[in-house]
């Protein structure tokens, strides 16, 4: 089955550098990613997602790209600022199956 | 738009009772709704999904005779813990998507606390 790795698992960025979060799938199959976000005590919530058929997409300081040869999607959280500190996970779907098979999530601090 | 609600937020119960956690899609109509677990630290655990007006699907390891599943609306799924131990306890979440979309929607979890 699907397996989705991510890295770092946790991550200590100073205020207004960018974070990098990575993560790998294994199915060639999976053709929608997105990103969730988790605050302390909430449940996750869509940052962002992208399809198999698009290499990257950008909104404001957010954006993903995705390389389908590597199997490699990535995160990219620019200028960050205080409230970007939470838990991130990145998840992975195949049409095929309902299920979103997730990361095992990146703790992101934003220090001052 | 996309708004998924839970209900309870938290419920503190007793060893040997049962909880009921509704999940309502607010403003769309969700024809699949899934039941998540998630313990302190950990990623989110699938538990089952449910689709509306039909049995639920379990994951393996999941005791479908003390997670009750029912989803008997497009916008409500309940998960009722049966005769809940102090293990049951957890951070529940449920998602919903709607019809021919990849997009799941996040509740904002139900914190179970079993004495």
């Known amino acids: 089955g699907e397996n989705v790795e991510q890295h770092p698992s946790t991550l200590s960025v100073q205020e207004g550098d960018s974070a990098v979060i990575k993560c790998t799938y294994s199915d060639s199959a999976s053709n929608y990613f997105p990103w969730y976000k988790q605050e302390l005590g909430k449940g996750p919530q869509l940052i962002i997602d992208?399809?198999?058929?698009?290499g990257e997409k950008k909104d404001q300081r957010i954006a993903v790209t995705l390389n389908k040869t590597a199997k490699h999607f990535s995160l990219h959280i620019t200028e960050t600022q205080p409230e970007d500190s939470a838990v991130y996970f990145c998840?992975?779907?195949?049409?095929?199956?309902?299920?979103?098979?997730f990361g095992k999530g990146t703790r992101l601090h934003i220090l001052p | 738009g996309a708004v998924v609600s839970q209900h309870p937020s938290w419920v503190i119960c007793k060893s040997g009772t049962s909880v009921k956690i509704e999940c309502r899609s607010l403003d769309f109509q969700a024809t699949t709704m899934f039941w998540y677990r998630q313990f302190p630290k950990q990623s989110l655990m699938l538990m089952a999904t449910?689709?509306?007006?039909?049995?639920?699907?379990?994951e393996q390891g999941v005791e479908k005779d003390k997670f009750l599943i029912n989803h008997a609306s497009l916008t409500l799924s309940t998960l009722t813990v049966t005769s809940a131990h102090p293990e049951d306890s957890s951070f529940y979440i449920c998602s919903a998507r709607s019809p021919g979309r990849n997009e799941q929607f996040f509740g904002p979890g139900t914190r179970l606390t079993v004495l």
């Open positions: 998840a992975s779907l195949m049409n095929r199956d309902d299920k979103i098979i």
């Open positions: 992208i399809r198999s058929n698009v």
């Open positions: 449910s689709n509306e007006g039909s049995k639920a699907t379990y």
